[in-house]
């Protein structure tokens, strides 16, 4: 099968990587990928926001299967593009709708839709220039932490939690009057604070049924115990010890099922991943947000633990035959530790030479490329999270150990990584 594979990152190489391992990829092109996965299949040269060139090498390469890695293309209505154009419209396509892209595209949309549907998530109020004066006293008198998020896409920075009133309503008036986050942050939503153990869930679904592929945690923040700047992500964990039986039953009645069932109900077109950002509050699941693909870096984490081919199970979503799958997964840890630029989440350089790539750690680490290319023959940093070192182990704790041991052979200049991923799932 003729496979396009459509992203840069490490969730784009831990795809790529699966995708190569299925006797049914021939070829697997990845656009624009990035140095790991060029050692998967072919790195093409493609915008992600331009949608002409992507059916023209579409038609040109004869693909048969697209699979969307990032949400932009899709918030954007690449799926609507290809169903919309006569010659690409029966290329199989694993990703939602413009319209189910919304679930991650508008927190307004996807807070309306849990709703409708009776899905457990914070309380909240949305607010416009409109009701702006509204919003105002709305926020004087919220309980503290106040949430504040932007209504569309912002490059993940769109959430702010505020701990006073004061910056709450500074925050509200940046957002709303002077676009802090451009058209993105026109709408706000002012969301109830939720306390407790937060988790990765995800399922392929195709509309109708799903697969519920193994879960996973990130760890967000810079600084070690969780402390200081969001990031993208600085590593993750599977499986996750506080999704036992009992909470994932919870997860799959009052969430899942009712969100695939609601978007088949709606008529809203889905065959792709989704990405439940869930908390867990007194051993009762909540929806912080919906992602309309995988996470990175939990991708990272829950690729290698899966143990179908991912080449068929993305066929089986586009046949509407994921009710025949049974999903195989590895029931070791895994862990991935991300490696960045120094000073990243803020600024930071690029382009030092990265050694230690090609050592052979042997089969239980694999090195997923993220923020990294191609100069002069070497392999330099070209992002602010450059790496992910994904071990397997019996428990967490081995597999970051792994990862872990393994970063002491891999160097550039200004490499940062945390040492606690998993912390609060090893015992002291
Ligand atoms: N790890 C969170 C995300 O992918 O959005």
């Not at 990035?34 to 493609?46: K, R, Y």
Request: with cysteine; net charge negative.
């Amino acid at each position: 099968m003729r496979i396009l594979l459509l992203g840069s990152g490490g969730r784009e190489h831990a795809l790529a990587w699966k995708l190569s391992q299925s006797v049914w990829t021939n070829p697997l092109y990845i656009a624009p990928g990035n140095p790991g996965t060029a050692q998967c299949g072919v790195n093409v040269d493609l915008n992600l926001s331009d949608f002409d060139a992507i059916g023209k090498f579409c038609v040109y390469e004869r693909i048969e299967m697209v699979i969307v890695g990032p949400e932009e293309p899709l918030v954007n209505g690449l799926y609507d593009y290809f169903k919309a154009n006569e010659d690409l419209k029966s290329i199989y396509f694993i990703g939602p709708s413009k319209e189910g892209a919304q679930l991650e595209g508008s927190k307004a949309f996807a807070k309306a839709f849990m709703k409708r549907h009776n899905i457990p998530t914070a309380g909240y109020r949305e607010f416009t220039t409109d009701n702006y004066e509204e919003g105002i006293k709305y926020l004087e008198n919220h309980p503290l932490p106040i949430v504040l998020k932007a209504d569309g896409l912002a490059a993940g920075k769109g959430v702010v939690i505020c701990q006073s009133h004061l910056e709450a309503i500074a925050e509200f008036e940046l957002m709303i009057q002077r676009a802090k986050f451009g058209e993105a942050s026109k709408k706000v939503v002012v969301e109830d604070f939720l306390t407790g153990i937060e988790l990765s869930v995800f399922v392929l679904t195709d509309g109708k049924s799903y697969l519920l592929l193994p879960e996973a945690k990130d760890y967000k923040r810079i600084g070690e115990g969780d402390t200081g700047l969001m990031t993208g992500g600085m590593g993750a964990v599977s499986p996750v010890p506080i999704a036992t039986p009992g909470f994932m039953y919870k997860v799959e009645e009052r969430i899942i099922r009712p969100t695939v069932n609601g978007l088949h109900k709606e008529g809203i077109e889905y065959t792709g991943f989704i990405f439940f950002g869930l908390i867990n509050v007194n051993g009762d699941p909540y929806v912080i947000e919906y992602n309309c693909r995988m996470g990175d870096p939990e991708t990272e984490v829950v690729i290698p633990r899966l143990e179908n081919d991912l080449v068929g199970l993305c066929v089986a979503a586009t046949q509407k035959e994921l009710h025949l799958v049974k999903i195989q997964a590895d029931p070791r840890s895994a862990a991935t530790v991300v490696a960045v630029s120094r000073g990243y989440p803020a600024g930071y350089h690029k382009g030092f030479e990265i050694t230690g790539l090609t050592d052979n750690y042997g089969r239980q680490t694999q090195i997923f490329h993220a923020g990294t290319k191609e100069e002069s023959g070497n392999i330099v940093t070209n992002g602010g999270r450059v790496l992910c070192i994904t071990s397997f182990g019996e428990t967490i704790e081995e597999a970051v150990n792994t990862s872990l041991d393994v970063l002491q052979y891999v160097s550039y200049d200004g490499i940062t990584y945390r040492s606690d991923i998993g912390y609060e799932f090893i015992a002291k």
